[in-house]
């Protein structure tokens, strides 16, 4: 009996044992990444280029977060992972120079081998918790930050026209303490807005962006500057700006602001694909049909690339200029830095910067120069000791490209492995979230308006929307109105009044046909708006919003006249991309004064 | 009302006292008077129950190998006495010992017994796991295998508690009050709900505990069940002791005998005869209760030589009680207020 | 009565049966050994107590887990590895309060508690039997979800934790034994299961062990971290990568405290039990 039960216990005991021995586990994989870091890797027989110039054959070793060892061979302490590195050359990560890092910006960078941001204005609050979360290391997944939190800019100037209220700099009394205030909340360097004087933007005048630079100085801080045009540049440089963010593009450079650039030691981030767009032609190396970057490029990155900015006129002789002025500046010594400012119209976080190298070398630059120009230089002109080269004792912010970029910079886009801190990247492909995004429902019939509400066959609802987001005075009010057209019940009517205030003013009726607004739905089963409208015989706009189009809707517009009248509006012609739309809006504007429009009977099919 | 029961037992004890007055020094072990020692002892316990009173200043000792037969009817305070000898309940007032030890004391319960009304034990157990479960309580019991054979359950060791008869569900709750070797045993109401056979069963098995020397308090209002095991009975009621003695003195001295007959004997005259307690006729039957059935015999078919059907019953404890209980009425309605 | 007589019979710790100072410990672990046997015994047999116990966690696993909850993520975890964590905590609760409460509750209504108080069991050894058959039953449910959940749910953790999940959800259901003990020796024998249930099934919900907390309703989501079940289950959600809303600290405390509170009552109603037997 005694034994009986000792047996019975042991067999048990042993069951149980074996059973949680052998419930799944996390595959090694994932365990690899999280058990065994810090980890040894070790690049063999890899092209370098460690941020300066190029080594043919290298073994570089990885401890943890940070680069051991480099050398023509190196004896790798045992369970190192080791890389092979013939016919792949190694660089060092990426460095943007100049960016806005909005959303999920810093996660999107990384994933094309841009390991650090440098950030020219975003919300202070946003970077403050960003800089907090890379000091305790919890940034692995994203592109390190550095920012200069809220920019310097006048009273209405560049700078406050998106919609967020910052503080501004009406003289230079208040520049002392402006700066002081931006390095409390812990802004890494100082950027300044300036223009000329009787430009399109009030701008703060040269005293005052003197003070600024002079109290960023006395605080050890960096001031860098945004000019558009050569005589601000002058001026900026003469008052010691360390760095101009965009490199003008109205005037030729001529010898004495070369020679005042060089004698001051400024650098320039020439952003040369956003003067590009600037210039018409956004996405100028066809980034997103590159078969090297396409697969990591999202719908919406992709819309954004090929966009330039609604009424901005296009000039398409500023390339030229811009391309001159930053080969001159790079033969007179001055540091050039690629920066993208990414995400405007035409840019995208970290596909863009490949594109800057890319303009950089047909502006003139040395592929060699380039390199630099997205690594060391960067690093040293504000002060990222930590990075920007492969050398010994440096963070392993890595990026394995396969072939040699020295040669040809487009090799820069065909990425084999990305590290940050030592910790490999796991690249997301850019329709990754396509597969479960919910479709449009097969219903053609929108919206009746004849049960006595305001509502709509799926998604979201309908919503006023008018420019007061962006600082705009246009007004609208949605109603339902009896009768509707047709001898229907209802109909709804859209009144308001579009008012200056915002360059581009607007007002009308959004709706969402995701659950949540600006969840984006797949719309290709559909093609076109049927709809009918009367108004006040005013030109009016059906606005589409979807990813493939990046922030800036696209429209077709149609006259509502004294009767009821139908109207059909091709999504395909508005978009070629529907899988991701997020909203659709009947609007007024731009033209401005007092509207009334109504519209019934809406079918999307 | 005493005074009935202490005339009953005079030939008994010449000097009067009642059992279980006497102050013990030693709690338990007290010699009482031409006696075994006491063993358990209920001194002037009074128990209530809210403002129920279960029982009433009552004495109860139990002496060494005897077997007490605790007598009366339901709700008489026999249980609620058995748990305070188990140390399940504490008493309001009085002083309760178990082999001189406090009942509720390790040292007492190791060495007692007990079997109580209770619906079961767990019905997924087997006699074996129930018995070498509670023989495992104490220190010095006997071999299971032992145990099982007193309780007449050898061959049963692997059946089910759930899968055993009535009778031998009894016996395995048997098993349980003596596998622990005790020297006292307590048995409440051990029969009750058994079939004859079954009943006499587990009588046996009680006899062979007795004969062994064991100390038995068993409880019962079947009153044919004392008779059969106890060497004293003591007849309680409404909390109170209403009589004590030998199962004889207690058959003998309570009622008597009835006597039933068909005959022209008047009423009156037989209610004159000695001995004679009452008389009652019907039709031309005559029945009468006497003390001792074979003077008033004699006389009956002295007086009337054709008296026919003639029928004597020895009273059992059941008409005992009934008459005993009965002169107790005033008593007990005062107890119960 | 006297105040002699008094004193000597007044309850008096020094001969309560519990463990006696010079206890002979050998046999008291043979009592241990062969009462735990008897009540591991008594579970294995009686399929109607244990089945129910058994199934409903497993049950409701498969149910929203397998079949409905199956791709959906909440926070850091699959809804699968999440659900393991709390449906693991109600079984664990659900096994200790029927074992201690209506098991208690039930057998004392047949009068096997009051047969064993007579005899010399230390009562501690007899609930010290019940907590480890607590603790197996506890661990065969979790044995049953983790086989669910790891073989058909695609849940996958390191070792440590599934065995850490495992250790934390029997140990921290025995706050519930003693919860359960109160309500053995409070209720009837018929009134047991019901108020047991009528506890357990509503506390269930609220502490989130059937809907996500993220997902609770406002109400609940105030009320469930002062539920102890909520800490439970919380804690074993860390250990599986879930997001977490209360921190070791606050939950050890809690329960503790809770711990504390059922044992007091417990054994209030333990002696309340005792006084009122006739």
Same mark, same amino acid.
């Given at each position: 009996m005694k034994t009986k039960e000792i047996v019975i216990a042991v067999l048990l005991a042993t069951g149980l044992v074996t059973f949680f021995l052998l419930l799944p586990r996390p595959a090694p994989v994932a365990q690899a990444a999280d058990d065994t870091f810090p980890t040894h890797l070790l690049f063999e027989g890899v092209r370098l280029f460690d941020g300066e110039r190029l080594h043919e054959s290298m073994d570089v070793l990885v401890e943890g977060e940070t680069i051991a060892a480099i050398a023509p061979h190196l004896a790798p302490p045992s369970g190192t992972k080791v890389? %092979?590195?013939?016919g792949k050359t190694l660089l060092p990560g990426l460095i943007d120079a100049h960016t806005h890092t909005w959303g999920d910006a810093l996660e999107r960078a990384l994933h094309f081998g841009v390991t650090t941001e440098i950030d020219m204005f975003t919300d202070a609050a946003s970077a403050a918790e960003v800089r907090a979360q890379q000091k305790r290391g919890e940034a692995h997944g994203r592109a390190d930050l550095v920012s200069a939190g809220t920019l310097v800019t006048a009273p209405g100037g560049h700078g406050t026209e998106y919609g967020i209220a910052i503080p501004t700099l009406d003289d230079p009394a208040g520049a002392d303490a402006f700066v002081a205030d931006r390095l409390a909340e812990g802004s890494d360097f100082i950027k300044i807005v300036y223009g000329e004087a009787g430009g399109h933007w009030p701008t703060l005048d040269a005293a005052t962006l003197g003070a600024v630079i002079t109290a960023a100085h006395e605080r050890e801080a960096l001031a860098v500057v945004h000019v558009s045009n050569r005589e601000a540049a002058r001026t900026a440089l003469d008052l010691g700006a360390d760095g101009l963010v965009h490199i003008w593009s109205d005037r030729p450079p001529d010898d004495e602001i070369l020679a005042l650039a060089a004698k001051h030691g400024a650098f320039v981030i020439p952003t040369l694909s956003v003067i590009a767009m600037m210039a018409g032609q956004p996405n100028l190396t066809a980034l997103d049909e590159d078969p090297a970057l396409a697969a990591y490029i999202t719908p919406a990155e992709a819309g954004t690339l090929t966009q330039t900015i609604a009424g901005l006129p296009l000039r398409a002789e500023r390339l030229e200029v811009a391309r001159q002025a930053t080969v001159a500046l790079a033969e007179a010594g001055v540091p050039i830095l690629a920066g993208t400012d990414a995400p405007n119209p035409g840019t995208a976080h970290g596909a863009s910067l490949h594109g800057e190298l890319s303009l950089l070398v047909e502006a003139g630059l040395t592929p060699t120069a380039a390199l630099a120009a997205a690594t060391s230089v960067p690093a040293r002109a504000f002060g990222l000791d930590d990075r920007g080269r492969v050398a010994s004792?440096?963070?392993?912010d890595l990026v394995l490209v396969d072939g040699d970029p020295t040669q %040809?910079?487009?090799? #820069?886009?065909?990425?084999v492995g990305i590290w940050k801190a030592g910790r490999a990247v796991e690249r997301r492909r850019g329709d990754a979230d396509l597969a479960d995004r919910a479709s449009a429902p097969d219903v053609a019939v929108f919206a009746r308006f004849d049960d006595g509400e305001l509502d709509a066959a799926y998604g979201h609802g309908w919503q006023s929307t008018t420019d007061g987001m962006m600082g705009g005075q246009s007004t609208v009010t949605l109603e339902l109105v009896s009768p509707g057209a047709a001898g229907s019940v209802g109909a709804l009517s859209l009144r308001g009044s579009i008012r200056a205030g915002f360059p581009f003013p607007w007002a009308g009726g959004m709706i969402f046909?995701?659950?949540?607004?600006? #969840?984006?739905? %797949?719309?290709?089963s559909k093609q076109e708006v049927v709809f009918l409208a009367r108004g006040d015989g005013a030109s009016y706009r059906l606005m589409l919003f979807a990813e493939s189009l990046g922030q800036i809707p696209a429209s077709a517009s149609f006259t509502a006249g004294e009767v009821w009248a139908e109207h059909r509006i091709s999504l395909r012609d508005l978009a070629k991309d529907l899988r991701g739309v997020w909203g659709l809006a009947f609007a007024a504007g731009p033209s401005q004064g007092d509207f009334e429009l109504m519209i019934d009977q809406v079918s999307i099919q | 009302m005493l005074s009935v029961v202490d005339e009953a037992l005079t030939d008994e004890r010449q000097d009067g006292t009642r059992p279980g007055n006497e102050p013990s020094m030693i709690p338990g072990t007290s010699i009482l008077p031409g006696g075994a020692p006491s063993i358990a002892r209920l001194d002037g316990v009074t128990k209530y129950y809210g403002k129920v009173t279960?029982?009433?200043?009552i004495h109860l000792d139990i002496r060494a190998g005897e077997v007490v037969g605790l007598l009366g009817p339901n709700g008489a305070g026999k249980t609620t006495a058995i748990h305070l000898l188990l140390g399940l309940l504490r008493p309001t007032t009085g002083m309760t010992s178990t082999l001189g030890h406090e009942p509720w004391s390790m040292a007492a319960r190791t060495r007692t017994g007990a079997m109580l009304q209770i619906a079961k034990v767990p019905d997924t157990l087997t006699v074996r796991e129930h018995v070498e479960l509670t023989a495992s309580y104490y220190p010095a019991s006997p071999p299971v295998q032992e145990t099982l054979a007193h309780a007449g359950l050898t061959g049963l060791e692997t059946r089910l508690f759930g899968r055993l008869s009535g009778g031998q569900k009894q016996r395995l709750m048997f098993a349980l009050a003596i596998c622990g070797g005790p020297e006292l045993l307590f048995l409440d109401e051990p029969t009750v709900g058994l079939d004859v056979e079954a009943r006499r069963e587990l009588w046996q098995c009680i006899r062979r505990m007795a004969d062994a020397g064991r100390t038995v308090l068993l409880t019962t209002h079947h009153l044919e069940e004392a008779d059969a095991l106890a060497s004293r009975i003591v007849v309680i009621d409404h909390g109170r002791v209403v009589a004590e003695g030998t199962p004889e003195q207690i058959k003998r001295h309570a009622v008597g005998s009835h006597i039933r007959c068909t005959t022209r004997i008047e009423e009156a005259t037989a209610a004159g005869w000695p001995g004679v307690s009452s008389v009652e006729r019907s039709g031309a039957t005559l029945r009468l209760v006497a003390d001792q059935a074979e003077p008033v015999v004699r006389r009956l078919l002295d007086l009337d030589a054709?008296?026919?059907d003639l029928e004597v019953k020895s009273a059992g404890l059941e008409e005992a009680l009934v008459s005993l209980t009965h002169g107790n009425d005033n008593t007990s309605e005062e107890v119960i207020a | 009565m006297n105040a002699a007589t008094e004193s000597l019979n007044a309850p008096d710790s020094s001969s309560a049966p519990v463990f006696h100072r010079r206890a002979p410990r050998r046999r008291y672990l043979r009592i241990f050994g062969l009462e735990t046997r008897a009540e591991l015994m008594k579970m294995v047999r009686m399929p109607a107590f244990v089945v129910p116990a058994f199934a409903f966690p497993l049950m409701f696993y498969a149910l929203f887990g397998l079949a409905f909850g199956r791709g959906q993520e909440i926070g850091p975890v699959t809804m699968l590895g999440y659900l393991l964590a709390t449906y693991g905590a109600f079984g664990v609760i659900g096994a200790n309060l029927f074992s201690f409460g209506v098991g208690i509750a039930v057998e004392r209504g047949q009068g096997w508690m009051l047969l064993k108080r007579a005899m010399p069991l230390p009562p501690l050894i007899h609930f010290l039997a019940r907590m480890v058959v607590g603790m197996v039953f506890s661990l065969l449910i979790l044995v049953g979800l983790f086989a669910l959940g790891g073989f058909f749910g695609g849940v996958a953790l390191p070792l440590p934790a599934w065995v850490k999940l495992a250790a934390w959800l029997t140990v921290g259901g025995l706050p519930f034994a003693a919860f359960g003990l109160f309500f053995g020796y409070l209720c009837g024998p018929n009134s047991a299961p019901a108020v047991i249930n009528l506890l357990y099934l509503p506390l269930s919900f609220a502490s989130g062990l059937w809907m996500p907390y993220e997902v609770l309703p406002g109400f609940f989501k105030a009320l469930a971290p002062w539920l102890p079940a909520f800490h439970l289950a919380q804690q074993g959600l860390g250990i599986v990568g879930a997001e977490t809303h209360a921190s070791w600290t606050q939950s050890i405390v809690y329960l503790s405290a809770f711990t504390v509170v059922s044992l007091v009552a417990g054994i209030a109603a333990y002696r309340r039990d005792q006084e009122s037997w006739g």
């Open positions: 890389v %092979d590195g013939r004792g440096l963070r392993a %040809d910079i487009r090799r #820069t886009r065909h990425i046909p995701g659950a949540e607004p600006m #969840t984006p739905v %797949d719309f290709s | 279960a029982l009433d200043q054709e008296l026919a | -």
